[in-house]
Structure formats: structure tokens, C-alpha cells
């Protein structure tokens, strides 16, 4: 069996402002700004993606509660998501004549938008929560979490315990803080649970593979405020080295390095930093 080798590189670009914060959590402003496929080896891509583009219209301003440790809590602009849906809806069933497949696309979106918990479902899911709040959000450093989350091919879930640490040591007020998060697999990848993840799949090759995982990330942080300046998050999920892998991987960058402290409302990804009593150690709040 021969196999095919996939590349895409994509760029994403989002505005991210803090409105306000409370005990509960924070609320916050998420904007899509781009959602561009640089390069892929892979024609049909170009295709999905203008057409993944199309319903991602309805998430592009999103106000949430999120709570102190990046959970979301509640989306605040469900009716706003709603409307837009309306109109996309519109649009498509005036084309829905010329493309047969149309209607079962229409029905189904029309069910999900229908429905404020699908939708608090689907904003659950955006890669803004698992690229830029990972593991680390709320967290006193060095310290550590467990997570149970889909694995790269999104049939199964696999439980990960995450150890986050600070490069010691800290730097002065208005230095840069290096923050690494390692996440080891605790699951078991017994027989069930490798029938449910790659059982679909018709390659002999992979029968009985127990995948090789990996989770890792890197982020450098403003210390004083928190913000984000750079991050590399790579996943990895090999189950046969020939015929069934995959591979993702974040590089982050603020688009402005340098910024006001003073400035408001916050932007670009920005984080508190508050120092803890304890040397060595500081708390990421939101």
C-alpha cells in the first residue's frame, strides 16, 4: 500500500481584547481577523478551506466569559452568531438549485445554529483555547494539570497530565519570562480504545499499533503584563510511521512586540503576570 504525505500551512490572526474581569472569570473579545491557506500539496484544500471559511463568518467576533482557568464559561453573542447564520443560510438557498448536496448542508448547519448549546459547543472547540490558554492558564509555576481531550484524528479521547514550568531565573519587571509545558499520555490505548480511534480507517498496516503521542509547548511572556509575545506548540499522534500520522504545529507572534502599559481596552493576547510571596514562582491570571 502506498502512502500520501499531506502538508498545509495556514495563518491565522486573531484581535483579543480583555473587557472586563470579575471573580468568575474574564470576559473577552475574540476577533478573527484572517483565516489564510499559505501553501498545501493538496489541490482540493483551497476548495475545503473557502468553504470552512464560509461558516467560520458566524464565529469571527466572539464575546466570551471564560473562566480563570480558560474554560468557557458562556458565549455572550449567541444572537449575534444566530443572525449571521440567517443571512449565510439565505445566501446558500438561493444557490441550493445548482448544487444537490446543498440541502443536507443547509439542514444540518440549520439544526446547530438552532441551538445555543451546540453553539457554546462548537466556540468550545476553537484552536484560540488550545493555542494561546493550553495548559497554563491560572496556574501558580511551576505547577501542573490533567486533561482529557480528542486526539489529532478526533475519534477518541486521550487523558494527558501537563507539567508547566517557569526558566528560573524569573526575569526583572519588564523583562521576559520563558514558560514550557510538557504533556505526558496517561492513557491505557487498550484494544477498545484503538478499534474506537482507528478502526474507521482501512489499512491492515496500522492493525494492533498503539500510537506514539506527543503535546508539547514553549511560550515567551512579557513579565510584567503577561502578554504573550511568542509560542511553538507542536502535537503529534504517529500510529504507523507510513500510513497514519499527524503532525501539528502553532508558532505564535504578536503582531506588536512592544505596547503601552497604560494602553486599554487590553490587546493582542495580553496576560497579567502577579507575583506570588513564594521566590520562583509566578501565577498566569488571565
Do not use: C
Not at 446558500?92 to 446547530?112: P, R, S, V, W
Not at 524569573?170 to 490505548?189: C, Q, R, Y
Amino acid at each position: 500500500m502506498s502512502s500520501l504525505v499531506v502538508k498545509t500551512i495556514t495563518e491565522f490572526r486573531w484581535d483579543i481584547r480583555v473587557l472586563k474581569i470579575t471573580d468568575e472569570g474574564y470576559q473577552i473579545e475574540l476577533l478573527s481577523l484572517d483565516n489564510v491557506l499559505k501553501e498545501s500539496n493538496n489541490p482540493n484544500m483551497r476548495d475545503l478551506n473557502a468553504f470552512n471559511n464560509a461558516f467560520k463568518r458566524m464565529y469571527s467576533e466572539l464575546n466570551m466569559l471564560v473562566g480563570k482557568d480558560g474554560k468557557l464559561i458562556e458565549v455572550k453573542n449567541i444572537s449575534e452568531i444566530q443572525r449571521k447564520w440567517s443571512q449565510v443560510k439565505s445566501e446558500m438557498e438561493a444557490i441550493q438549485t445548482k448544487h444537490d448536496n446543498m440541502k443536507g448542508i443547509i439542514d444540518l448547519n440549520d439544526e446547530l445554529f438552532n441551538n445555543p448549546d451546540n453553539i457554546t459547543a462548537a466556540v468550545k472547540g476553537n484552536e484560540f483555547f488550545e493555542v494561546l490558554f493550553n495548559a497554563w492558564l491560572g496556574l501558580n509555576l511551576p505547577g501542573g494539570r490533567n486533561i482529557r481531550k480528542k486526539s489529532l484524528f478526533a475519534q477518541e479521547n486521550i487523558s494527558w497530565s501537563y507539567a508547566v514550568s517557569a526558566e528560573k531565573p524569573l526575569p526583572p519587571i519588564g523583562g521576559k519570562a520563558n514558560i514550557s509545558i510538557v504533556g505526558h499520555a496517561t492513557e491505557n490505548f487498550d484494544k477498545a480504545w484503538i478499534k474506537n480511534a482507528y478502526g474507521s480507517f482501512p489499512i491492515t498496516e496500522i492493525a494492533g499499533h498503539k500510537p506514539q503521542v506527543k503535546d508539547e509547548a514553549s511560550y515567551q511572556i512579557d513579565y510584567t503584563s503577561g502578554r504573550v509575545l511568542n509560542g511553538l506548540v507542536t502535537k503529534e499522534e504517529i500510529i504507523h510511521p507510513e500510513f497514519l500520522k499527524a503532525k501539528m504545529v502553532y508558532e505564535i507572534m504578536a503582531d506588536n512586540q512592544e505596547v503601552e502599559q497604560e494602553a486599554e481596552p487590553i490587546k493582542h493576547t495580553e496576560k497579567s503576570a502577579e507575583q506570588t510571596n513564594e521566590k520562583g514562582r509566578f501565577s498566569l491570571l488571565d
